[in-house]
């Protein structure tokens, strides 16, 4: 800043006397202007220079009245009049800030002078600040007035209203306000009346009515004040908040307010926003008198889950109430502060104090109990949810969520069959209930279940597509069966009951497609070809999907494909466009939901590999048909085809999807075949998903961590597992336990950071090159096949990085796990 001004300094030293007076003038910087205009004044009367001298103290008069020094601005307008040529400006401003200062002797001496058409015409502005000061009280201003001025003739009307409306004369009010003119200077006085005359249903156009009070206007701060009457709780606070503290004492005094609630309310003021909870709690302690005691416990309570440090104050104001609330306040303190153990103990404790009246408490355990399952492991959280479940068994939510776990993050088919008919019994029409178990029978081929679950589901829902789509897969694997056993009469009746159900034109055409398998099959091989191949042109406009419908469908079959293959379009050079590729991702999904297994899709999709490996070209551009793409191939696990894919996407795109993809590609999908720096990048791949809240892809690598290591990756908000054993056989654990936590997280980083530079590749040729010589290449190529061993000696290598000594040592790592037998397994045993 100083800097800035010696510049301009400098610029204006080299300036003439008239340059540096034109140069402050145009800055605003009227009172140096000013001195250097008197200055040329001295040396010449100059008509221009005066003129600017006289903007000067005029500019300077507003800026002073501005900041309500009003006798200042008074002073500096008179030498404004001095110097200036007539007409002057801003005289209506001038006289009000006489009355402001307390001069009433000029001002007055002003208004004697003025007629009734300056007053009315040539200064509204003044005439309705005029007003507002009759209307506050000051009438020894009406002998000044012209007599025959419209603000004095209507000062008569508003007089006579206002006299009605202090002595509650509602109808005699507003006639007395009906002869006023729409340009009055009391014209928002009557808008601010009429709202304040509102009553009954009506009262609710008031602030409306008081919105049409211009910002300009002197009655503005008045209505504004009406406004916060009117209000209440944090709508009253924060009108107040635009108040000067006159205004809202007398606000406060109109809605009868005591001392203790006026102190609060300024002190609310004073917080001019949104108070952190901390400042919340100790507003309340503070004015707990003005709440109410109990009010005041109650949300000192309920803040100490988000502000566990007033639990000292909170103790010393209010007595415990009884011990379940003490162990309840405890549980929440504990959860705020992330200790899931500790609140679990506590809640523990409250179980055990509402245990000792049952039933009556046994809504309240079961809530407590999904309170403690939203905050654990999935495998804790299922457990629990199933013991809320026998306090309280009519909670469905809880249902769901057991199903999600048991289908989801710990597959288990048992339980999961175990939960959805105990949900079913409680309820049987639960339309999210029935479709679960229509699914799961249908994926354990249970066709004729499946199609019990859908037609129950279309009593409760007439129009559920699921159910209908379901009944229509049930028809038409019956109908293939029946075309296996060669029970030819009865397929044409499965295949019609397929399309009496209400559906869309697509799956109407795969029932007339099975026709053409059956008429192929049982009566006429060219009527029935014809048939087959007219459907599929039909149903699709390429021939990839073409091929790979009628290849799965003679499959189910057991058919031969060679002449039907000859009789649809070749696919060799065929590539596919987005859309096209989207009905053959709905084709597999298709499929997919209704084979024991894939192989017949596995066997379709290498038939026209050559044109969909090409076509990915294609659509590099389509990124989300591409993920969609990826997500059907791994759904029936073709990796050839993902591999290619994710390869490609990669090369364009380095996002942690892709990387998955790719990954689970090369190890077959298979997770016992990844190797150390496959893990390596899938950890970086995981932390970089979850950085851009990718929680998608997120998910599928911790699933696929998970499946290595035979336990959940950990989520970030998860709590801390207790049930682990003290002691553990964990080789990591032996060799680096001692080492702190903080510095054992600040390691993990380091490698982290090596692995992203160097790459998983260069770290484990710099191992070989580093200690192969002194082991033998073949020794540590063993040793490699251990991850435990690769993850030890890249903790080393982080530790060496950071130059900090952990006790350990690569002939420690080597003895750890060459004496201490079996270390490692190969990839075949």
Not at 412 to 423: F, I, K, M, S, T
Not at 689 to 710: C, F, K, P, Q, Y
Request: aromatic share 8%; hydrophobic share 40%.
């Amino acid at each position: 800043m100083k800097k800035i001004i010696q510049k301009i300094s400098a610029g204006l030293s080299e300036l003439s006397l008239p340059e540096k007076a034109q140069a402050h003038y145009a800055a605003g910087r009227y009172k140096e202007a000013g001195d250097l205009f008197k200055e040329l004044l001295k040396q010449s009367a100059d008509a221009e220079t005066k003129r600017c001298l006289a903007d000067c103290y005029l500019q300077r008069a507003r800026g002073m009245a501005a900041k309500a020094m009003f006798k200042e601005a008074c002073v500096l307008w008179e030498n404004y009049a001095a110097n200036a040529q007539p007409p002057l400006q801003a005289q209506d401003a001038y006289l009000l800030w006489l009355l402001a200062g307390k001069n009433e002797r000029k001002a007055y001496a002003i208004l004697d002078g003025l007629n009734a058409r300056q007053l009315d015409e040539e200064f509204p502005v003044l005439s309705a600040y005029l007003g507002t000061l009759l209307v506050s009280g000051s009438t020894e201003l009406l002998p000044h007035l012209p007599q025959d001025s419209a603000l004095r003739k209507h000062w008569e009307w508003v007089s006579e209203a206002l006299a009605a409306y202090r002595n509650g004369e509602r109808e005699r009010c507003e006639q007395a306000l009906k002869p006023l003119p729409f340009r009055s200077a009391f014209r928002d006085l009557r808008t601010l009346l009429k709202a304040q005359l509102l009553e009954g249903a009506d009262i609710e156009q008031a602030p409306a009515l008081l919105a049409k009070i211009p910002d300009e206007s002197p009655y503005q701060p008045l209505a504004k004040a009406c406004l916060a009457c009117r209000q209440s709780g944090a709508d009253f606070v924060a009108s107040l908040s635009s108040l000067e503290h006159n205004q809202r004492r007398i606000v406060a005094q109109a809605k009868s307010l005591n001392a203790r609630q006026s102190q609060l309310l300024e002190a609310l003021v004073k917080l001019n926003g949104q108070p952190d909870t901390k400042t919340r709690f100790n507003l309340v302690l503070q004015y707990r008198d003005v709440f109410g005691n109990d009010a005041a416990q109650a949300y000192c309570l309920g803040a100490l889950a988000e502000y566990p440090g007033g639990e000292k104050d909170y103790f010393k104001h209010f007595a415990s109430k009884d011990p379940f609330e003490e162990n309840r306040l405890q549980a929440l303190l504990h959860e705020q502060a992330e200790n899931a153990y500790d609140a679990g103990f506590f809640w523990q404790r409250c179980t055990d104090i509402l245990k000792q009246d049952r039933p009556a408490n046994d809504r309240k355990i079961a809530l407590i109990l999904r309170r403690m399952a939203d905050k654990a492991y999935s495998g804790e959280a299922a457990a629990m949810l199933a013991d809320s479940l026998e306090y309280d068994p009519d909670d469905r939510q809880s249902y769901l969520k057991l199903l999600t776990v048991y289908q989801e993050q710990r597959p288990n088919a048992a339980q999961y069959e175990h939960w959805l008919e105990r949900g079913l019994q409680r309820f049987p029409a639960d339309t999210d209930l029935l479709v679960r178990a229509a699914k799961s029978a249908a994926t354990r081929k249970a066709f004729k279940k499946a199609a019990a679950y859908a037609k129950a589901l279309l009593q409760i829902d007439p129009v559920n597509t699921l159910a209908k789509q379901l009944l229509f897969a049930n028809h038409m694997a019956h109908a293939r069966r029946l075309v296996k056993a060669e029970k030819f009469h009865l397929v044409e009746k499965e295949i019609q009951a397929a399309e009496q159900l209400t559906i869309d034109k697509s799956l109407r055409r795969q029932a007339e497609l099975l026709r053409g398998f059956y008429l192929w099959q049982a009566e006429d091989k060219a009527q029935g070809l014809q048939r087959i191949t007219d459907t599929l042109a039909s149903l699709y406009d390429d021939p990839v999907n073409m091929h790979v419908q009628a290849q799965i469908e003679a499959g189910l079959l057991e058919l031969p494909t060679q002449g039907l293959s000859r009789a649809l379009p070749a696919f060799k050079d065929y590539l596919l466009s987005a859309p096209q590729l989207q009905r053959l991702i709905g084709l597999l999904d298709y499929y997919d939901e209704q084979l024991d297994d894939n192989s017949l899709v596995l066997k379709a999709l290498d038939k026209v590999k050559a044109p969909l490996k090409k076509s990915v070209e294609w659509l590099l551009d389509h990124e989300a048909l591409l993920l969609a793409w990826c997500q059907a191939l791994e759904k029936v696990g073709h990796f050839e085809l993902l591999k290619h894919c994710a390869k490609m996407a990669q090369a364009r795109r380095h996002t942690p999807a892709w990387m998955y993809y790719r990954t689970l590609a090369e190890c077959q999908g298979d997770a016992s075949h990844l190797d150390l720096m496959s893990l390596y990048r899938l950890k970086i791949g995981l932390a970089d998903a979850r950085a851009d809240n990718d929680n998608r892809t997120a998910g599928l690598i911790a699933r696929l961590l998970e499946r290595v290591s035979g336990t959940p990756e950990p989520l970030e908000d998860e709590a801390e597992d207790f049930d682990q054993p003290l002691i553990s056989d964990d080789p990591i654990e032996d060799l680096f336990g001692p080492i702190p936590d903080a510095m054992f997280k600040r390691i993990e980083k380091k490698i982290e950071e090596i692995m992203r530079k160097r790459g998983p590749d260069y770290f484990a040729a710099q191992i070989m090159r580093q200690y192969g010589d002194q082991l033998g290449q073949q020794r540590l190529a063993i040793l490699f096949m251990n991850q435990d061993f690769l993850w030890s000696v890249a903790i080393l290598a982080g530790a060496e990085e950071l130059k900090v000594e952990i006790g350990v040592g690569f002939d420690d790592i080597l003895a750890r796990f060459e004496n201490n037998s079996p270390q490692y397994s190969l990839p075949f045993n």
